[in-house]
T-cell receptor, first 113, second 112 residues
């Protein structure tokens, strides 16, 4: 069975600083991996996804993530955060051909001015 | 309307009430999902429908009753809920398989 761990429950960074949110997954085969963002009172918006191919994936809003099979990780990065990036971020893993996504507990991002 | 819409956005109900949550997707997708999001817990998948047929029930109590009359609409009928059922209920849709799931804004449910 798949599982996802987001080790950081809450991260605070200053506006303009770089950001890395960690995601580790457990799955026996090559997974499908996703990062979603949720603003307060809203649903989840897809930032990016990895299915196959290039392990560095570009997403919306200037985010990118890198799939590292050897480390079972799919960390999310952004070179310079904006105040509007304050939100909760969820990593999710899915098995090929299956519809069930397993989500991590989320990382809440706070931006200091 | 575009994407996935959910109504109502907020709902307060007593434990003896019966209410329904509605989800509609305008993306031409074949699969629809209900998730429960509680504070300090990961998103929990509740139900999956493919082409109107239920393909997953994640051991959800019978006080939650889903209905999918067509590929564009999904309902969650609620009756005799408990206070611990208070949560954000999210609907999603996808083309199927492990295709990207697109989420609605959710219904914030409070059970008194």
């Amino acid at each position: 069975a798949q599982s996802v761990t987001q080790p950081d429950i809450h991260i605070t960074v200053s506006e303009g600083a770089s950001l890395e949110l960690r995601c580790n997954y457990s799955y026996g085969a090559t997974p499908y991996l996703f990062w979603y963002v949720q603003s307060p009172g809203q649903g989840l918006q897809l930032l990016l996804k990895y299915f196959s191919g290039d392990t560095l994936v570009q997403g919306i809003k200037g985010f990118e993530a890198e799939f590292k099979r050897s480390q079972s990780s799919f960390n999310l990065r952004k070179p310079s955060v904006h105040w509007s990036d304050a939100a909760e971020y969820f990593c999710a893993v899915g098995a090929r051909g299956a519809q069930k996504l397993v989500f991590g507990q989320g990382t809440r991002l706070t931006i200091n001015p | 309307e575009t994407g996935v819409t959910q109504t109502p956005r907020h709902l307060v109900m007593g434990m003896t009430n019966k209410k329904s949550l509605k989800c509609e997707q305008h993306l031409g997708h074949n699969a629809m999902y209900w998730y429960k999001q509680s504070a300090k817990k990961p998103l929990e998948l509740m139900f999956v429908y493919n082409f109107k047929e239920q393909t997953e029930n994640n051991s959800v109590p019978s006080r939650f009753s889903p209905e999918c009359p067509n590929s564009s609409h999904l309902f969650l009928h609620l009756h005799t809920l408990q206070p611990e059922d208070s949560a954000l209920y999210l609907c999603a849709s996808s083309q199927g398989g492990t295709d990207t799931q697109y989420f609605g804004p959710g219904t914030r449910l409070t059970v008194l």
